[in-house]
């Protein structure tokens, strides 16, 4: 899904480019209107994630050597 997102971004400002319309206000509102919320979601997905725990709790090992 990512991959998807930023391929139609990198494709949308390089035809935005082309035809000369990155120019315009409303263009650039919405290019950080976009980037804010893709930012924003990025830190609460931060915040939500939870650290796996790799080891089972009931096998305890020494790793102190």
């Known amino acids: 899904m990512a991959l998807i997102l930023t391929a139609a971004v990198t494709i949308g400002l390089f035809v935005s480019g082309l035809l000369e319309i990155l120019d315009y206000f409303i263009v650039k509102a919405l290019l950080l209107i ?32």
């Open 34 to 65: 976009g980037f804010g919320i893709l930012f924003s979601a990025a830190i609460v997905y931060g915040i939500k994630n939870d650290t796996k725990k790799n080891r089972p709790e009931d096998k305890l090992q020494d790793d102190s050597h």
